[in-house]
């Protein structure tokens, strides 16, 4: 079973503080992807990368950046955070696309607070 | 116009139920149709797929894609209060976008006794 683990499930930060979310996934998938989720605006994609050091950017990249220096571990930044950052956030792995449909596989979210 | 309208609910039903849950989308380019299901307090599983038109069916869920319409629909045959959860459509395009997804804003489903 494929597995996504986000380094947190709640988290309570400061207004202009750095933050980091992290992802790890075991299945040695090249696509990873960064998403919040909030009432209302459903699943938004932030940043997703398709290989290690590649990046690009989703529907709503302001205020976030990432990192992805080796393939398992997707990192999510908020340079300084805002309290309209207040959110569900959710990563996914999927395997890259060929002439068959990869599904994505979602961690269980972090849901960052900031005050 | 939105891509993708979902009605938001929250949908309450009896046990034994037949559920539909309906999307609409704008976007042609959209060409594979999921649906996903969400627990509370867990991430969004994949639940079906499908490709191309018309009906595909796995236990007691059904999914029903109408691209001339850009319509697509859950069934839940004999609903369980186990299936209580938030359930969100999601489309992707064939080419270009790698595997982006776009996704609705979810259906909140309760089943209950």
């Known amino acids: 079973d494929v597995k996504v683990t986000q380094s947190s499930r709640y988290l309570v930060k400061r207004t202009g503080e750095k933050v980091f979310l992290e992802c790890v996934q075991d299945?040695?998938?090249?696509?990873m992807f960064w998403y919040r989720q909030d009432p209302g605006l459903g699943l938004r994609l932030i940043y997703f990368?398709?290989?290690?050091?590649?990046?690009e950017k989703g529907d709503i990249p302001e205020g976030y950046s990432v990192s992805r220096e080796k393939k398992e571990r997707f990192s999510l930044i908020l340079e300084s955070a805002s309290t309209n950052q207040t959110s569900m956030y959710l990563c996914?792995?999927?395997?890259?696309?060929?002439?068959?449909?990869?599904?994505?596989?979602f961690g269980d979210g972090t849901r960052l607070s900031i005050l | 116009q939105k891509e993708v309208e979902q009605d938001p609910g929250p949908l309450s039903v009896p046990e034994g139920a037949i559920v539909s849950l309906n999307c609409t989308y704008s976007?042609?380019?959209?060409?594979?149709f999921m649906w996903y299901r969400q627990y509370s307090r867990k991430g969004p599983e994949l639940l079906m797929y499908?490709?191309?038109?018309g009906n595909k069916e796995d236990g007691r869920f059904t999914a029903q894609v109408d691209k001339s319409s850009k319509y697509i629909s859950l069934f839940i045959r004999d609903s369980q209060p186990s299936d209580s959860a938030t359930y969100l459509c999601?489309?992707?395009?064939?080419?270009?976008?790698?595997?982006?997804?776009?996704f609705g804003t979810g259906t909140q489903l309760k089943v209950e006794l």
């Open positions: 299945m040695d998938h090249e696509n």
């Open positions: 996914a792995s999927s395997l890259l696309p060929g002439t068959e449909h990869q599904p994505q596989h």
């Open positions: 990368s398709y290989d290690v050091k590649m990046k």
């Open positions: 999601a489309f992707r395009r064939v080419t270009g976008g790698g595997n982006k997804l776009t």
């Open positions: 499908t490709y191309s038109s």
């Open positions: 976007n042609s380019a959209f060409q594979y």
